[in-house]
């Protein structure tokens, strides 16, 4: 089975930066893509930034471009993301998530990972 584990979490100042990560271990564990959502108390979850496995092309929403950035370790199966220039706005749960080849859409999730903006 896949396991997604976040890491990384915490409180930071506004302006300040957070840089998560998520290993995955299962032994047959092949990702055609990997990513972020966030969610916060009485909010639909967002999503944040993706990454296609195989080529590394990249998507993030609207309200992250130019501030974070997700990067990955194919040796290792982890994905991260840098998080830069953060706002309170961005206090939520992180959550890691995969997709692998023929599903449709991200079928696995971490457990989440606290990411608190405040002064």
């Known amino acids: 089975q896949v396991q997604l584990v976040e890491s990384g979490g915490g409180l930071v100042q506004p302006g300040g930066s957070l840089r998560l990560s998520c290993a995955a271990s299962?032994?047959?564990?092949?990702?055609?893509?990997m990513g972020w959502f966030r969610q916060t108390p009485g909010k639909e979850r967002e999503f944040v930034a993706a990454?296609?496995?195989?080529?590394?092309?990249?998507e993030y929403g609207d309200s992250v471009k130019g501030r974070f950035t997700i990067s990955r370790d194919r040796t290792l199966k982890n994905v991260y993301l840098q998080m830069n220039s953060l706002k309170p706005e961005d206090t939520a749960v992180y959550y890691c998530?995969?997709?692998?080849?023929?599903?449709?859409?991200?079928?696995?999730w971490g457990q989440g990972t606290q990411v608190t903006v405040s002064s």
């Open positions: 990454m296609r496995w195989s080529g590394g092309s990249t």
């Open positions: 299962g032994r047959t564990f092949n990702p055609s893509a």
């Open positions: 998530a995969a997709q692998i080849w023929g599903q449709n859409g991200f079928g696995f």
